[in-house]
Structure formats: C-alpha cells, structure tokens
C-alpha cells in the first residue's frame, strides 16, 4: 500500500526552477514505479515523468525532456521532480503516482497523490 503526499509548490516566475517531491507514508516504495502528471485547468491529466523502481529507467512526456529530471531516494520514499527553465504553460496542479511498473504507471496507474499547485508567472 503507498499513501503519496506531494509538496513544494508554489507560484514562481518563467524561467525560474522549482523541485516537487512525494513522499511515501507506506511500506512498500521500493516496489513501486513512480510518475508525475499534471492537470492544467480545462484539460485533462497528463503525464510527465516517471521512473521505474531501481531509478534506472525513465520516461519524460516530450514537454518535460531536457527541462524536468525525476528521480527517487529510496531512503527516504522520496520521489522528485526538478523542474527548469519554467513555463507559464507548466502552470497545472502536480499529481504524484505509483503502480507496479513502468508501463502501468505511464498508462494507468492505481494511485494517486493529492496533487500540489505549480503556478508560472510571465
């Protein structure tokens, strides 16, 4: 079982950097594959990023490659996702989630965080 709680939000200006992290309350993160979406308003979640459950596979949407870096502390149950060069198009709410795999939790993934508001100012 995870229990996701995202943190680090906030409003800041374009071009600016921000870090998000998720942490896990439950005891099994290290099994798990780990994702960011997002959901701007009016549109649907997207995904973002995820990693698998070693750190050694990811996969970023093309809107994410070569700006925003996921990766994971397994001491800590920490997942993270540093983000640069911010647009205001990033602005959306940041979900956190987890499944048992890579492909499971690009696709479908069974759970979620509460989500923390990114808000990029031109």
């Known amino acids: 079982q995870v229990q996701l709680v995202e943190s680090g939000g906030g409003l800041v200006q374009a071009g600016d950097s921000l870090k998000l992290s998720c942490a896990d309350s439950?005891?099994?993160?290290?099994?798990?594959?780990m994702a960011w979406f997002r959901q701007a308003p009016g549109k649907e979640r997207e995904f973002v990023a995820a990693?698998?459950?070693?750190?050694?596979?990811?996969d970023y949407a093309d809107s994410a490659e070569g700006r925003f870096t996921i990766s994971r502390d397994a001491a800590a149950n920490t997942v993270y996702l540093q983000m640069n060069s911010l647009k205001p198009e990033d602005t959306a709410v940041y979900y956190c989630?987890?499944?048992?795999?890579?492909?499971?939790?690009?696709?479908?993934?069974?759970?979620w965080g509460q989500g923390t508001q990114v808000t990029v100012s031109s």
């Open positions: 989630a987890a499944d048992r795999s890579l492909t499971r939790v690009r696709d479908s993934p069974s759970s």
């Open positions: 439950g005891r099994t993160f290290s099994a798990y594959a």
């Open positions: 990693i698998n459950w070693s750190g050694r596979s990811t």
